[in-house]
């Protein structure tokens, strides 16, 4: 199975930006056989749009509403987006869950619609610090995957990350240990859910210089990256990591 490196860049990278960084990323990227996935903030989807057609690399949100279109201020449209060409959405980050108060009903919701529309929702999962220090990893991971499949259908594609908040921003990377013992609980919950096929991403300070350990490890199907990833050089090599063996 392929790889997935998928960059999330947050509220980073203006549309001019966005078309700087592909003029510079696509050249570099040819060869490589691994699916990459760009995740820019909305006000960029048009100019990711635009500068991927017809390229192997795909592109998606970083949020979309449950809904098509309606009174919803402020959000953005799954419909749109797939208008647009792209055909990802991330679904619960931790920064929508802990900063902007997205409840597991809302996830449902849209890991449901996202798959009705035939496009791939990744859902972010993962424990703060003091659940990990409480003994409730595996307890958040299972709650949190439960909570937000519960409407999912497990014939259609869909993406996990798991994504410790605690090493997400920090420059504190989940041990190997801790990743493996993380993904493997992970698969085993999805496999008993009906979803044995879902990839599993890692994310969390992933890094040029330990990309290609982590890929190593089994059930990492790929990474989420943060912030290596709005460098072309950085994200370059992470998206090489699986090769470079
Ligand atoms: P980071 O972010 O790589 O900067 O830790 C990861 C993420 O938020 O998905």
């Known amino acids: 199975m392929r790889k997935i490196f998928a960059a999330n860049w947050k509220l980073h990278k203006n549309p001019t930006e966005t078309r700087r960084f592909f003029g510079e990323f696509l050249p570099r990227i040819e060869g490589v056989l691994d699916q990459v996935v760009i995740f820019p903030p909305a006000t960029s989807w048009e100019a990711c749009g635009a500068t991927l057609m017809n390229r192997d690399i795909q592109w998606g949100a970083q949020n979309v509403w449950s809904q098509a279109q309606g009174a919803y201020t402020g959000e953005s449209s799954a419909t749109v987006l797939r208008e647009l060409g792209g055909r990802w959405a991330l ?18 919701d849209k890991v449901a619609f996202l798959q009705s529309l035939d496009l791939t929702p990744v859902l972010c999962i993962g424990e703060t610090l003091s659940q990990r220090e409480a003994g409730k990893t595996d307890q958040i991971n299972r709650d949190q995957l439960r909570a937000g499949l519960a409407k999912a259908d497990s014939k259609k594609p869909l993406v996990v990350a798991y994504e410790p908040v605690w090493a997400i921003g920090t420059g504190q990377v989940a041990t190997p240990e801790q990743v493996a013992t993380a993904h493997a609980f992970v698969h085993r919950t999805l496999v008993e859910m009906g979803f044995a096929q879902a990839p599993i991403l890692y994310g969390g300070s992933v890094k040029a210089d330990n990309a290609s350990a982590l890929i190593k490890i089994p059930h990492v199907d790929g990474f989420l990256v943060g912030g290596a990833s709005l460098e072309v050089a950085s994200f370059e090599q992470i998206c090489r990591s699986n090769a470079a063996g």
Not at 97 to 106: I, K, P, S, V
Request: proline fraction near 0%; aromatic fraction near 12%; avoid cysteine.
């Open 91 to 108: 679904v619960g980050h931790s920064e929508r869950r802990h900063l902007f108060g997205e409840n597991d009903a809302w996830l449902a």
